[in-house]
C-alpha cells in the first residue's frame, strides 16, 4: 500500500502520563454539580467506546470558552479510562514544523492510536493545531481536512478508539463544517454564579474560613450588582494565587476580579 | 507519449474488497421504498455501461446530507456489480501527501479504471477530495480541474468505466459548473419521516417488540410536535447503539433522538 | 536565440488522428441547417489561411454551452481540412503537470504547429486549459498570458496556421479580454426546438419509425409546454442510448427529457 | 558591484531588423494626417535623445485600443532612426521563463540598450508583460515595479536611450501610478471615421475603383446610420483579406464590416 | 522526542546585558506617579513568579500608544529582577530570516528561558515580531500561533518563567484573540498634561531654571488651547535634544513641541 | 551572534559620489526661498547627529509629488554634509534579486552605515523599495518591516547615523503605520505659483531675456487662469530641454506646459 511506509515507525504503545498530568496541575475541583454531568457523559462514550458490538469508534467535543477547563477534563477522564494508550495532541508540540510535517505528525498519532485494543486520543484546542487566526480568517485547510478525516475514519478490526477533540470556538467549527464529524458535543462552561465561585475557594481552599469566604462573596455581588458571573476557573485559580501575595489576600481577590470583570 | 511513464505502474486490477465492505459496516436497510428506487437507478446506469454500443462509460453523482449512506450505497452498488475493477478514491488515503502527489494519485486511480473490461470507480466525497473549507471558501483547483477533466473522458475503446461519485453540497458543485461532468444525479436523502425511523428500528433491530417502537415512535411524535424528522440513518445507528449502554434504552433512545434534535 | 533548445524536440509532424476521432464519437449529426452555416464559416477561414497573399495566420473561437458540439466541430472540420498538421491541446493531457510545465507544452505545441507548411491546432476548452473554477474566481494567470501570446503570434514567414479554440464561457472570455485574439467568433448552439430534436432522432436514428417520433415530439410539447427547448447534442445522444435499457424506449427516453429539463 | 557578473553577458549591439519587420507586414498607410501627427511628435522625441545636451534619456508611451497600430508604429519609426541599436520586449519571447527569470531578461535588455551610443528600445504591450489579467485584477508586481525602476533610469554618461511602451489600457498605467514615468503620451487611435475607412482601402488598395469604394462607403453609412467609425486598423486589413476569398469582394466586405460592428 | 535535537543546543543561560541597556538610554523618568504604579504591578507579577506554590509561569502585557515607554520599562524591570536569566527578543535580530526560521529561533529563545531557575523573557513589540502591517492587514499566521502556543505554556517543573510583552496595538491583539494568553494587561500610557510635561523638564533636565519651564508650559497652553497633551515620553526627550542645537532652546522646544502637535 | 556571518562582509566605507551625483543631475535650483528652509531643516538634523549627546541616530522623511527633487535634494545635503560614509539605497540596485535577497541587501546596508564614526543613508523612494503597486494594493511586508526595524534601530555607540528617506506617497506611508519610525517630516514640494517657474528660467537659464519669460509667464497665465500651478521642477527642466528643439523655443515652452496642464 502506497503509504505502509508510514506504518513502520516503532510502536508508541503506552500512556504519555507526564504529559497529561501537566494539563491538570489545577486539579479537578467539583465546584458544581455540573461537573458531574460533563464527567458521566465522557464516561458513557468511554464505557461504549468499550464494548459495543457496532462501533469501535467515537469521538466526542468538549468546547468552552478560554480556561473553562477543557483540556483538564479530557486528560483527568483520559487517564481515568486505564485504556492502555492514552495520548494528546497539541499544537506546541508541532511549532516549528512545515504545514506537511504537522499533517504527517497529527496522522502518525492517529495511526499510533489504532495500535493497542484500546485507545483514547485527546485533540487538544482544534483551532490551535490547523493554526486558526480571526483575522482574515486564516487556517490551514490542508491540516483541517487531515483532521476531519481522521474524525470520521474507524480504526481497524480489533482496535478501538475515542477521541476527545477540545476546542473555544464554537461557532468556527459550524461554519467549518466539522461538527458532523464528532458522534457528541458538551459545553464546558465558565464558572457562571457566585455560588460557584463559593464552591471553588472552599475546594482550593482559599479564605481563613467560611465567614471570610461569605464576606467576600457579598463584596462582588455588591461590586458587580449580582449573582451571575462569567469568569474562567483558570482565571479564578490565578487571581486566589496572585492574592496570596498582597497584605489583605481577601480584599486582593476581590479587587482582582473587580479588575478583570467586563 | 510524455505522461507513458506513468502506465508503467504496476498493474491493480481486482476488487479492494475490504476497504468497500468497510463502508457498509451498517449493513444496508431498506427502511424505505426510497432505497429500492434509488437501487433501481444506479442498477440501470450499471447495465447501460455494461452493454451500450454507444458509449462505454458513465458518471453518476450521488448527493445527500452528512450521514446520509452515499458512501455506503456506492460501495453496496459496486460490489453488487460483480465487475472485475472496483475501487474508491478517498480523502483519507491522500493525507499528507502534496497537491501534485493528489492530483497523480486520483489520476492513476483513474488510469488503472482503465485496465479491466469492466470497471467502477468510486469517487468519495468530492468536497473532501479537493480539500475544500466552507469558509474563504477554499480549495484546491488543480485537483478540482484534474477531477473534472477525468469525469468527462471515456476510456479506451475496449474498456468500460462507471463513476459514482458523492458529494454533500449540491450548492456547491453547482457553483464549481462541475454538475455536467454527470450522466444522472440522485438525491441519497435521510429519515424524513418517523414511519423510516420505525423501518430502521425494526431492521436494526431495536426495541424489544412492536409495541416498544410504538412507543418510543409516539414519544418522539408528542417531543417534536410532527411526524417529519431529519436525521441521518448514521446517526440514528449511532444513537440506537448509545442506547443501550443506558438503564432503559428505549427512553435513552428518545432522549438522544431529541437532543440531537434543532 | 533563448529558447532555442526548446526547438530541438523531435520533429512533430503528422495528424494525431486518433486523438481527433475520439472527439466525434456520437457522429455530426446535420440535425438543422445551422449545422451546415457553422461548417461554412470555418471553412471559409480554413481556405483564407491557405491562399492568403497577406495572413499565414488565423484564429476562431468557436464557443457555445456545454455539450453543444465544438470540441466534435473543431475536430471534424480539423481532419477534413486535410492539412499535414493536425492538432489538438487538452486538458487531461496535462493532468498531474506543474503551472510551468503546462505553460512550457502548450508552448511547444504552437512551436511544433509552425513547422509544417499548413497547420490546424485545436486549443479543446480555455477554461480547462487555464484551469478556471468559478468560486474566486481562480485560473493560471499565467497559463492565460501565454496562450494569448500565442493566440496573436503569426507562425514564421512559409508557414500558416489556424487556431481553432473552443470554450463554454464567453463572458468569462470577455471579462479577461481576450475576445480580441481571435478574428472570428462562431456560437455552436444547443438544441433550441423539438423540431431539431426531430432532426437528431430521425438521424440518429431513434424510434421505430416516424409516427413513433412525432408521438415523442408531441409528448415532450405537452410536457414542456414550448416548442422550444434547450438541451445539447451530447445529452440527447446519452438519453436516447439509456432509453433503449428500458422496457419503453420511447416512455422512457420521453420520461429522461422530461427529467432533465429545468 | 553586486549584479556586475550581469553585465559579461556578450554585447548585443545591432538591430533585430527581422523582429521588427514582423510587426509592419501590414505597411504603415498614411489613411489620415493624423498619422503623420504621431509621427512628428515621436520623431521630435528622437531628435532630442540625440541631441540634447541635459537629458541623454527620455521614455515615451504609445496607448490605444486593441489592433490600433501601436506595435507597427514604434517598429516603423524606431527603424527609421537609423540608431544602431534597436530593440524590442514582448511577452512572447518570455513564454515559460518564471516570473524572476523574465525580470532578468527585461533588466539585461534594457541593460543591452545602454551600450551603443544612441538606442532605442520598444516595451511592446506593457499589460503583456507584467501578465496583467483583468479579473482580480491579477499582474506580476515585480515585474512591474522592475520595469518602473528603468523606465526612470538614464543609462550612463555617453550613451543616450530612447524607451517607446505600448499598452492598450491608460486606465490600468493611470492606477498603478506609472504614467510619471513617461516623457511623454501619445495616443494611437481607432479609424473614427468612414472617411479614414475610404482612405484605407485606396491605399491597401480594395475595390476594383473609386466608384466600388464610394458604393461600399455609403451601404456602410447606411447600416451604421453615421459617419463614426471605431474600428481597428489590424480588423480592417483582416477583413479586406476575407472579403476577397468571397464571391463578391465588396459585399463580403461590407456584411463582414456589419456583422463585426457594435 | 521528535524535537530533542533543538534542545542540544549549547546552554544560554545569564543576562544580555547590553541589549538590554540599549533600550533604556533615555533612563527611566519619574515624571508621574503613574510610573510607580506600573512599576508595583509589574514587580507583584516577579515576586509571585518567584515564589507561588501554585503557579510557575505568569505573562504580562505591556501595552500603550509608540514610544510611550513600554520597552524601556519591561528591560529596566527585567534588570531590576535579578533573575539569572533575562533575555529579550526583538524583530530586528530576526531580520532576514524566512518565517519558518524566526519560528524556530522565538522557540528556541523559549526553551532557552525554561533552563535557568527563574527567568524573565522580554517578547518586545508583537506586532513587528509577526510582521503585522496594517494594510491588509498581513502578518505571519505562523509565527502568530507559535508565540500563543508559547504565552501558555508553563516551563518544566524547577523552572520558573514571567513573560513580559509589549504591543502598540491592543484593538489588534484582541481581534487576535490573543488576550487571553496574559495573565495581566497593563497600560503604559502616553504624557497626558502639561503637568507631566514639566516632570519630564524637571528630571531630563531642560530649561534654565523652574521660571523658564513655567514660560514654557504656559506658551504650550497657550498654543494648544488646554492642559491636556498626548505625547510619547520618547518624542518629548528627542525634541529636548534638538532644542539644544537652536539659538534660544526654550523657544525652539515650545516651537517644535507644537508642531508635532495633531 | 547568530548573524554574524553577515558582518564579515568586506568594510565598505567611502562616498559612492558618482552614484549621488547621477541624482541631481539637473542641479539644485533655489527657484524659492522654501528650497532654504527645505535644506536649513535637514541641516540641523545632520548637526544634531553629529553633535547630540543622547542622540546618535536620527531619521528624516522627505516627502512629496513625483519628480518635486526629494531624491536630489537628499543626495545635494548628504554629499554637503562631508560625513566618511553617505550610500543610497535605491530600488533599481535590487532589481531581479528575490525578496529574501532585498531584505539582505538592504540590511547589509545599514550595517555598513554603522561602521564609519559619521554616516549618512539615502533610503530612497520607499514605495519602489517594497514594491508597492496601487492595485490590490501589494507590497512586500518583509521588506517593509526590515525597513521598520532598521528605521527605529540606533547604531552601536561611538557611530552615528542619520537616515534621509524619501517617499512620494505619504497617505500611504501612514496608512502602514511607518510614520512614527521617523523624526521628522519635510514636504518637498511642486512648484506651485507662476512665479517659482520664472525663478527657474531665470536660473536654467531659458528664454532670451527676461522680457520673453515674462512674455512666458504672462502667456502661461491667460492659458491657466491663475497665477497657481502644480507641476514638478524634473517637468519643467524636461520641457525647457523639449522646447530648445523647437522653431520658437518660447512657444513650444508654452504649449508643452499648457498640455502636460490637467
Ligand atoms: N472542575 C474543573 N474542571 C476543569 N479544570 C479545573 C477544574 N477545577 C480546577 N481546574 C483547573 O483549571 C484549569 C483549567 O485550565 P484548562 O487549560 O484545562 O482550560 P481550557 O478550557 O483547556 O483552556 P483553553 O481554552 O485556554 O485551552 C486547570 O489547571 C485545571 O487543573
Ligand atoms: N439504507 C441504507 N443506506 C445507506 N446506508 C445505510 C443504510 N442502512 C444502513 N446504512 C448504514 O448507514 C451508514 C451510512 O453512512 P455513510 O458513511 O455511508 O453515509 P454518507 O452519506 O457517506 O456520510 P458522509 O456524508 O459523512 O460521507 C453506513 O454505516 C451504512 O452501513
Ligand atoms: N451536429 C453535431 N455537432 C456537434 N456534435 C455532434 C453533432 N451531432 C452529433 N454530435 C456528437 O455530440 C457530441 C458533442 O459533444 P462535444 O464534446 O463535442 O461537445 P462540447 O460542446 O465540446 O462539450 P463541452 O462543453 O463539454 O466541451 C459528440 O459526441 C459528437 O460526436
Ligand atoms: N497607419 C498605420 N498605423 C499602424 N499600423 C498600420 C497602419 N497602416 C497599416 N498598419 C498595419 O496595421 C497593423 C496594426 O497592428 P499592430 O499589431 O501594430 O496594432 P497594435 O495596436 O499594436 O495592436 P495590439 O493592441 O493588439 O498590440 C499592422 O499590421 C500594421 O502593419
Ligand atoms: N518613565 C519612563 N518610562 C519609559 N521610558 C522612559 C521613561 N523616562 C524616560 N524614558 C525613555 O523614553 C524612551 C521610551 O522609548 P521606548 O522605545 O521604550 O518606547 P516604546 O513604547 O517601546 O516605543 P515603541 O512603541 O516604538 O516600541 C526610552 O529611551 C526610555 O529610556
Ligand atoms: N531646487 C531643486 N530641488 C530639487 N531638484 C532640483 C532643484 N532644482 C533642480 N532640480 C533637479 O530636478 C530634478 C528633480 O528630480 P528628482 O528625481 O530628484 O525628483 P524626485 O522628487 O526624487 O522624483 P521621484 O518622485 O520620481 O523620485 C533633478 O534632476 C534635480 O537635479
Ligand atoms: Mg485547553
Ligand atoms: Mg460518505
Ligand atoms: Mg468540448
Ligand atoms: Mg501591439
Ligand atoms: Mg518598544
Ligand atoms: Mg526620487
Given at each position: 500500500?502506497?503509504?505502509?511506509?508510514?506504518?513502520?515507525?516503532k510502536p508508541a504503545f503506552?500512556?504519555?502520563?507526564?504529559?497529561?498530568?501537566?494539563?491538570?496541575?489545577?486539579?479537578?475541583l467539583k465546584y458544581s454539580p455540573k461537573i458531574d454531568h460533563?464527567?458521566?457523559?465522557?464516561?458513557?462514550?468511554?464505557?461504549?467506546t468499550q464494548s459495543s458490538e457496532k462501533f469501535n469508534f467515537s469521538s466526542l467535543l468538549l468546547y468552552g470558552p478560554a480556561g473553562s477547563g477543557k483540556t483538564a477534563l479530557a486528560a483527568y477522564l483520559g487517564?481515568?479510562?486505564?485504556?492502555?494508550?492514552i495520548r494528546i495532541i497539541t499544537a506546541d508540540e508541532m511549532i516549528g514544523m512545515s504545514e506537511s510535517a504537522k499533517v504527517q505528525f497529527i496522522d502518525n498519532t492517529f495511526r499510533d492510536a489504532y495500535k493497542s485494543p484500546l485507545n483514547v486520543l485527546i485533540v487538544d484546542d482544534i483551532e490551535a493545531l490547523i493554526d486558526f487566526v480571526p483575522?482574515?480568517?486564516?487556517?490551514?485547510?490542508?491540516?483541517?481536512r487531515a483532521l476531519?478525516?481522521?474524525?470520521?475514519?474507524?480504526?481497524?478490526?480489533?482496535?478501538?478508539?475515542?477521541?476527545?477533540?477540545?476546542?473555544?470556538?464554537?461557532?468556527?467549527l459550524k461554519s467549518l463544517d466539522i461538527l458532523n464529524c464528532f458522534n457528541d458535543e458538551i459545553l464546558i462552561n465558565n464558572l457562571t454564579s457566585l455560588q460557584e465561585l463559593y464552591g471553588v475557594m472552599e475546594l482550593a481552599p482559599f479564605?481563613?474560613?467560611s465567614s471570610e469566604r461569605k464576606e467576600i462573596i457579598s463584596k462582588l455581588k455588591a461590586a458587580y450588582g449580582s449573582e451571575k458571573i462569567n469568569v474562567s476557573i483558570k482565571k479564578v485559580?490565578?487571581?486566589?494565587?496572585?492574592?496570596?501575595?498582597?497584605?489583605?489576600p481577601a480584599d486582593e481577590f476581590v479587587q482582582l476580579m473587580v479588575e478583570g470583570h467586563h
Open positions: 500500500c502506497f503509504l505502509s511506509a508510514l506504518d513502520e515507525v503506552g500512556v504519555h502520563e507526564e504529559d497529561l498530568h501537566d494539563c491538570i496541575k489545577g486539579g479537578i460533563i464527567m458521566e457523559r465522557v464516561r458513557r462514550a468511554l464505557e461504549q487517564l481515568e479510562s486505564k485504556f492502555p494508550f483575522i482574515g480568517p486564516r487556517f490551514s485547510p490542508v491540516i483541517l476531519m478525516s481522521r474524525l470520521k475514519k474507524s480504526p481497524p478490526d480489533g482496535h478501538r478508539l475515542i477521541v476527545l477533540a477540545t476546542s473555544s470556538n464554537y461557532e468556527l479564605g481563613r474560613d485559580l490565578f487571581n486566589i494565587d496572585t492574592a496570596k501575595f498582597g497584605k489583605n
